[in-house]
């Protein structure tokens, strides 16, 4: 194959609001190629990169804790402040009736100490 006569690059990349992190999440590369008949052959490369929950993009959030990025199935948000976070920072409390709840370090805390937790749950099994 002969040296390309243009090269076109992309990237996708993920800019997280809090802090100036920019993550890389992908991108194509293109070659252009002339060919013996004169014609022009592309030949285009597509790049993923795994999210840090291990799948990959498009990416659900980034972790308001860590600003590591995951998922949409892996992203959750804590259910006392709301705040996003992925699955290297959520907590888990499971209910009665084998439900999920997701909070922050911070609420997880609070939720233990305040003996929130009871209240919680018990709305939850009558709402849910
Ligand atoms: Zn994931
Ligand atoms: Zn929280
Ligand atoms: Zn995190």
């Known amino acids: 194959m002969n040296r390309p006569i243009r090269t076109e690059f992309t990237e996708t990349k993920l800019h997280v609001p809090w802090e100036s992190i920019v993550h890389l999440t992908g991108g194509t590369e293109t070659h252009h190629y002339l060919n013996e008949e004169g014609g022009i052959e592309s030949h285009t490369t597509v790049h993923l990169q795994p999210m840090h929950c291990g799948h990959l993009a498009p990416a659900g959030g980034t ?11 892996c992203f959750t948000a804590c259910l006392l402040c709301h705040c996003p976070l992925g699955p290297c920072c959520f907590r888990t409390i499971h209910t009665a009736n084998d439900e999920e709840l997701f909070f922050c370090a911070a609420c997880y805390g609070k939720v233990k100490r305040r003996k929130l937790f009871r209240s919680l749950i018990s709305g939850f099994i009558r709402f849910g």
């Open 63 to 73: 972790c308001s804790q860590c600003y590591r990025t995951s998922c949409p199935q």
